[in-house]
């Protein structure tokens, strides 16, 4: 048999073990792994040596936002450069959300987004049907259960955001969380306390500066959220995803819940994991509004520490550029600010290079975080994994490679990064989606868009 592509000795991270290996690649798919064979002559149209190189499933993102309506104006990154900054960082499949007015139908959600990505997007891509205003759709168990079939196993729900209309009120969750645990789905939420948020919000913000956002959106508000929604899920025995975990005493509110069998998830993200609120203090802070905001220092390790034992499972990007232009109209009122940053092309160096490289996660960890844990939790089959039948996606490192981030030369449309200047190891000398080189020697080589909607399966509760 000649297979359509040979990845020959490199260094595989899969199901928790690191081997030396030859992976065959046939219409798509990992047809077979072998062991690295001392003969060169193989039967591929073409051969990659990949002596000394780590061989990573394809990185899943579950939490990113393209082309996300933001009032009158989107956020700047489309379903193109988007994607395409998401496979220069080593993704191959990721997850946004539909953003529907509440009380409109989740399927035409879907299909409102599913128009605007259509043959746009590089990778293979999903959406989380995003529920607000929960009271006011018509029948929500049927609704929410023909969202399941059409693909959105999982729906994503707000503590926050009241006066944006995103918030949901405890009575709603405790029934979305009733659905979801008789249909087999899983809810996601974002957990700030919305009526303390916009409070302090207000207080702060006629102060002027960016100083307002780490104090009008204190971790607490986080932490006692956290903890309220999970309290409910205990109650109705369902299953929950806390999205961008941000405090310390968030994870620690995950892991009691865990430990007294609550079936709660959690994900954090690298500005969470590695930046902290000083940044406010720079000269460019403006351009690092994003919500939650960075935390103090000292939430740091204990979000890595969540990773590595295990009460977080993942890690996503919630990539959601916003250009300079763009935030530059807030009038030194984060009111009035865009809440955003670029993080997709950044996600797995960012983790790479401070957690693996500095021995905070090991990389089959980082692999479960990146990889196994997104896909099965988000029911993404197929994928996730270096198993023969698989999906034969990949995100291909040097080890010893650095490059210093430059957003310049970033493929997100935003003219800044929060990690600009800094030493990266981890960007993906190839990209490789269901076969297909995406990324080769570090340079996008895709043409044109092959990224497929995936219908998605049920989550597995992890
Ligand atoms: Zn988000």
Known sequence: MVYDLALLGGTAVSGGKVFLCDIFISAGKIAA????????????????????????????????????????????????????????????AYIDYTGQPGGT????????????????????????????????????????????????????????????????????FFRALEIARDIGA???????????????????????GIGALPMSRPAFTEIESVGRVAQIAAAVKAPVYFVHLSAAGSAASVQAAREIGVKAMAETCPHYLCLSDKMYAEDDAWLYSCCPPFRGKENNMPLWHGLDSGSIQ?????????????KSGWGNDIRNMPMG???????????????VKQGKITIERMVECFCENPARIMGLKNKGFIKKGYDADFAIIDPFKSVKVDSGKLMHNADYSVWQGKTFYGFPDYTILRGKILVENGKFIAKKPSGKYIKRSAPEII
């Open 33 to 92: 792994i072998s062991k690295p064979s001392s003969k060169k002559k193989t039967q591929a149209k073409k051969t990659i040596d990949l002596s000394g190189k780590l061989v990573l499933p394809g990185i899943i993102d579950s939490h990113t936002h393209f082309h996300l309506k933001l009032g009158k104006n989107y956020s700047s990154d489309d379903f193109d450069n988007g994607s395409a900054a998401a496979a220069c960082g080593g993704i191959t």
């Open 341 to 355: 940053i670029p993080g997709s092309q950044t996600l797995m160096p960012a983790v790479y290079t401070y957690g």
């Open 105 to 172: 139908d989740l399927v035409k959600g879907l299909e409102d987004r599913l128009s605007s990505a259509d043959g746009k997007s590089y990778i293979d891509y999903s959406f989380h049907s995003q529920i607000t205003g929960f009271n006011g759709l018509k029948n929500p168990e049927k609704q929410m259960k023909a969202a399941f079939k059409a693909g959105m196993t999982t729906f994503k729900m707000f503590t926050a955001y009241a006066k944006r209309g995103l918030m949901s009120r405890d009575d709603e």
């Open 186 to 208: 899983l809810i996601c939420v974002h957990c700030e306390n919305g009526y303390l948020c916009d409070m302090l919000t207000d207080r702060y913000a006629p102060s002027g």
């Open 314 to 326: 993942s890690i996503a990007s919630d990539s959601c550029s916003i250009t300079r232009k763009m």
